[in-house]
């Protein structure tokens, strides 16, 4: 068995079998970190000794390793969601996710980079700087991971962990598994707990898996998924029956190989007895405002309570509040984040809120009543997840913003409307070296759609069993 092939649902039916202990998974993965990937910058925090210490108390449980995204929330751990300023932040509880995954023998294999405060499609703007995917193009150029959950993307294709946590408020999840060949899924809004993860627009947020297949996607949703005290948006899971039919948006802007695969999984699933109908979304064009109106302005107010008084060392020399806080937030906030604080407070001002903020809700409710009829005559509707392949490590340091924030073009709606969506790793690009995906996005409860829809894509495609997982080693 080819161990960087391995998925958590073969794992565990090894680990029955005997065929493998938990002891030599992890330090197979150990091992992939020490000799090929220490210079990606993928931990905030390494884990896998503590992790070892663990498994030789109890040798024979089969314990999964986890890439936690640093904004998750660990008891008796730091948690710094990339960020400077919650660097010596100790959680003083763990999230429900965690809590649920640990329940079933799942453990951190380290607290990992992501963009700061998960604002950014890159993980450039992560206060411990940037992480970088193992993959490499044609050229030999670094390839970004994507964003903002990059270490999770970046730990998963480097076979660090069976799978991670990323978080999705507007694509964090699916736009970085796109980049890195993975499988990103983003469960409906409120089926997952929210609880104990580090906020960046609580009515969007959304935690979300990394694995190398939708099954093992599945096996984790349903570890996790269901009512949480904790959280008063949980609901529990009600499933949604297959009508056998799929809905394909061909957005001719993106790259034509994405194009080409979007024709190519609409046949295959129309052998597999799909009926496929073209649709077209009139209104996608709105949605990148609209994200950026109201996520800017729930982080403002979210971001209001790192004032230094609880978050902080105290040591900043100030004259008076004021000084206090302009100072504080100053030294300790990225770019990114002071950019989005100014963006929030612009549109919540009392001047402007009902142009911007509430206009932009109304809009949602609009949308929502016109594009219902669609969602709901689907299984799923087949798209893109990003414009193309990813970009290399340089081109993220182009500092116009917007550049960056049309990268959440396809999958930012999802959010918006709290839909369940995943992305498919398809291949690796003939022209760039890299990895395709698509995207498949359901109705609210559409999950178990997700998956059963998911998985004739994936086999079609067979990434996980064709590549290497990257081209580094
Ligand atoms: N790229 C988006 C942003 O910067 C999405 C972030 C996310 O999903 N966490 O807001």
């Not at 090894?14 to 150990?30: R, V, Y």
């Not at 970088?132 to 390839?143: D, E, F, H, I």
């Not at 799909?274 to 990148?288: D, G, I, K, R």
């Not at 798209?383 to 999958?411: F, R």
């Amino acid at each position: 068995m080819d161990l960087n092939k391995l998925t958590i649902k073969k794992y565990l039916e090894m680990h029955k079998n005997k065929e493998i202990n938990a002891l030599d998974l992890f330090q197979f993965a150990q091992n992939q970190y020490t000799t090929h990937h220490k210079h990606l910058n993928i931990f905030i925090e390494e884990q896998y000794a503590k992790a070892l210490d663990i498994i030789n108390k109890n040798p024979t449980l089969p314990f999964i390793p986890m890439g936690v995204k640093d904004n998750y929330l660990q008891e008796r751990q730091n948690a710094t969601a990339g960020s400077k300023i919650l660097k010596n932040f100790i959680a003083p509880y763990s999230s429900t996710v965690i809590k649920r995954l640990e329940s079933v023998n799942c453990l951190s294999i380290g607290r990992l980079n992501m963009d700061e405060f998960a604002m950014g499609s890159s993980g450039k703007t992560s206060g411990f700087g940037p992480t970088l995917s193992p993959w490499t193009n044609k050229k030999g150029a670094s390839m970004s991971p994507g964003g903002s959950s990059s270490g999770s993307a970046s730990s998963l294709a480097s076979k660090l962990c069976l799978f991670s946590l990323g978080s999705d408020t507007g694509g964090s999840v699916r736009q970085p598994a796109a980049w890195c060949g993975l499988t990103g899924f983003k469960p409906t809004y409120g089926l997952l707990s929210r609880y104990g993860i580090v906020e960046l627009a609580c009515a969007f947020d959304a935690p979300g898996f990394f694995t190398k297949t939708m099954e093992d996607a599945e096996i984790l949703f349903s570890y996790t998924k269901g009512k949480d005290v904790f959280d008063f948006t949980t609901v529990d899971h009600i499933e949604e029956k297959s009508k056998k039919k799929i809905g394909v948006l061909y957005d001719t802007r993106v790259h034509p190989e994405t194009l080409e695969d979007l024709k190519n999984t609409v046949k295959h699933l129309k052998s597999k007895g799909y009926e496929v109908e073209e649709v077209s979304f009139s209104m996608l064009e709105y949605f990148l405002p609209i994200y950026y109106i109201l996520c800017p302005a729930e982080a403002s107010s979210n971001l209001a309570r790192y004032d230094s008084i609880i978050f902080g060392d105290g040591k900043t020399k100030v004259q008076d509040l004021d000084d206090l806080y302009t100072k504080f937030r100053s030294e300790n906030f990225g770019e990114e984040v002071q950019r989005r604080i100014v963006m929030g407070n612009y549109v919540m001002y009392s001047g402007n809120v009902d142009g911007y903020y509430n206009h932009a809700r109304k809009l949602i409710s609009k949308i929502w009543s016109e594009m219902k009829d669609t969602f709901y005559a689907y299984d799923c509707i087949l798209m893109p997840t990003t414009s193309g392949p990813g970009i290399t490590y340089e081109e993220t340091l182009n500092p116009d913003p917007m550049a960056m924030y049309l990268c959440d073009l396809y999958t930012c709606f999802v959010n918006i409307l709290g839909l369940p969506a995943a992305s498919i790793p398809t291949r690796v690009s003939p022209s760039t070296g890299t990895p395709l995906g698509i995207q498949i996005v359901s109705k609210p409860m559409g999950d178990n759609l997700i998956f059963s829809v998911g998985k004739e894509i994936e086999q079609y495609y067979e990434f996980n069993e064709k590549n290497s997982w990257s081209n580094k080693c």
